[in-house]
């Protein structure tokens, strides 16, 4: 009787090692007003066919989509985070980052290195050519609108 009790298990009651998981909406945690949030504004317009091209000569699928790499890097730089290890923490344990990948899983070093040095260098200079010329034309509107402003 005794050995029928040793391998009863019952699996309706969660014991101490178990942790309950439920999907978490990062939303809520970054601000309306955070830099990330202007910052993918800002990158949401640019043409990425450059860099789709990129990657599909090279063959095959990447870890992290590759949108998403280039807004990671770009908050990346701007946040003065330039190694890819450190990029690769920063993706795992700060909000900005994880709100970033959109429930993706966190790119290693290895693949950002790799996504630097190979993918982006084809279409980097476009990449970031359209950003300062997006830029560029706001703050061109902005002076129009302030002058406009003076002169009523």
């Given at each position: ?31 309306e007003d955070d ?45 003065n985070i330039y190694?890819?290890?450190k990029i690769e ?64």
């Amino acid at each position: 009787m005794s050995s029928k009790l040793k391998y009863h298990k019952n699996y309706t009651e969660f014991g101490e090692p178990y942790q309950l998981v439920l999907p978490l909406s990062l939303e809520g945690l970054v601000p309306e007003d955070d830099s990330v949030r202007l910052l993918i504004h800002e990158l949401e317009g640019l043409n990425y066919s450059l860099l789709y091209k990129a990657y599909s000569a090279r063959g095959r699928n990447p870890a992290v989509d590759p949108k998403t790499m280039f807004k990671i890097l770009a908050y990346a730089y701007s946040q003065n985070i330039y190694s890819s290890r450190k990029i690769e923490t920063a993706c795992r344990r700060a909000i900005n980052f994880m709100w970033l990948l959109a429930g993706q899983k966190a790119p290693d070093h290895s693949t950002i290195a790799r996504f630097r040095t190979g993918f982006l260098a084809d279409a980097c200079e476009s990449l970031f050519y359209q950003m300062v010329k997006g830029w560029n034309r706001r703050v061109n509107c902005q002076r129009r609108l302030y002058s406009l402003k003076g002169q009523s």
